[in-house]
């Protein structure tokens, strides 16, 4: 990660040609922008540990950035979001406003709020993008992230609905809902276990039995609760205590990010693993790290699905840049071309009614992996993501109670 911020930070404070005054861009018509943005370079921080989804950015967005703009992608991979906060909120504190380091993060949930309340994210200006047409922001998961109203601070790019995948041939008949699981658990020792929060995934695994704690999801909506947030906590607390004996390596130890939950999956070490990206299975499937037999599923008491945006920092010096991807991003051509199985299977952000007739057409041809459940199975029993103050809360008490 230090050796990346060395390496671009000099090209982010070289590339200040590009304007960093945000009230001067809004004041431009897109023309102009995309003018504006010619020859410059983004320096894009987003999670790294997906190799289909950096070549996706790397070479297909990149190329076209290139060819089209003469604009450079400089992808930067880091394992969480939270790096990049605090980064944009050091260069703040030491006064750097115009020439920071960060122009583009792959961001949701707390990160999100966290910009948002330090005034750290450029916003109001979303209404430039020509391919902002395609947005529905009548959807309160589109126009809110995590309960915190988006208000032109960041451009979504991906929905994802939370899936759990097994091998089929190992278990052909897995758990279905919640309390089947946590019984399955305790039925098979050390065949279950989740990476310990704050990790993204391994978090919103919590969340599932906090929902299933507090009798659903409905009982914890709306601003954070106290008394609320401690009936459910205790309950909560007391489930994954009960269940932790029986986890991998009874519970001495957890997974510290999915990637290697992931390889304890792949290594026969345990029956499940999961994601909030359920294309991930497929294409780990295709890479011969899964098994063929591999399937995936959702709960039928429902699981947890968002949006995820890109968001533009107060201080990036190439903002017309940073722009300019993200209307490529949501443009239909390219979100069509992450849909594709092959390339990462990811849910649109974008109404495909909305797109041109062929884009249309290419949706439409798309067939689904075997291994991957389908965004409409899921989407019959999905969860809402509650406000960013709940999350902080959860993953607080859970290294306070459980992971200690």
């Known amino acids: ?50 190799d289909n ?29 939270v790096e990049v906060v605090n980064i944009v909120l050091s260069e703040k504190e030491a006064g750097v406003t115009d020439a920071g380091t960060v122009d583009l993060i792959w961001i949701n949930g707390e990160n999100f709020r966290s910009m948002k309340q330090a005034d750290l994210a450029f916003c109001g200006y979303t209404d430039l993008l020509p391919n902002n047409l ?28 939370f899936a759990f995948a097994h091998d089929s041939a190992v278990l052909p008949e897995p758990p279905r809902s919640m309390a089947d699981l946590l019984d399955w658990i305790k039925a098979n020792p050390g065949q279950f276990t989740y990476p310990a929060p704050p990790d993204f995934t391994g978090s919103v695994f919590v969340r599932h039995v906090f929902y299933h704690a507090a009798g659903g999801a409905d009982a914890l909506l709306g601003p954070f609760d106290q008394a609320r947030f401690d009936d459910a906590a205790a309950k909560t607390w ?41 294309a991930q299975f497929g294409l780990a499937v295709q890479a ?29 010096p190439n903002k017309a840049a940073a722009m300019v991807v993200q209307n490529l991003l949501l443009s239909g051509e390219a979100q069509l071309e992450k849909a594709k199985p092959e390339v990462w299977g990811a849910s ?9 007739a062929d884009v249309q057409a290419g949706f439409a041809a798309i067939e689904g992996h075997a291994s991957v459940v389908s965004a409409e199975e899921l989407a019959k029993a999905a969860l809402p993501e509650l406000q960013a103050d709940w999350l902080t809360a959860i993953e607080a008490g859970w290294k306070a109670n459980v992971g200690n």
């Not at 922001?137 to 451009?155: K, L, Q, R, T, Y």
């Open 1 to 50: 990660m230090l050796r990346s911020l060395a390496a671009f930070l000099l090209l982010s404070t070289a590339a200040v040609a590009d304007t960093a005054d945000g009230e001067a861009l809004k004041g431009l018509t897109w023309d102009q922008v995309v003018e504006q943005a010619r020859g410059g370079t983004v320096n894009w921080f987003m999670w790294g540990g997906a």
């Open 53 to 81: 989804i950096n070549q996706y950015v790397s070479d297909h967005i990149g190329g076209i950035l290139k060819r089209d703009h003469g604009i450079t992608l400089n992808r930067i991979g880091v394992a969480d979001a």
């Open 134 to 161: 395609l947005v529905n922001w009548d959807n309160p998961a589109i126009s809110n992230d995590f309960g915190v109203p988006v208000d032109g601070c960041e451009v979504p790019w991906n929905t994802v609905q």
């Open 238 to 278: 007391a489930i994954l205590n009960e269940i932790e004996p029986f986890l991998w390596r009874e519970g001495q130890t957890y997974p510290n990010t999915i990637v290697q939950m992931n390889e304890l999956f792949a290594n026969g070490e345990v029956a499940f693993t999961f994601n909030y990206d359920p």
């Open 288 to 316: 011969g790290i899964y098994p063929e037999s591999t399937r995936s599923f959702g709960l039928t008491d429902g699981t947890i699905g968002n949006t995820n945006y890109t968001l533009i920092p107060f201080n990036s």
């Open 348 to 356: 649109p952000a974008i109404e495909i009614s909305r797109t041109a």
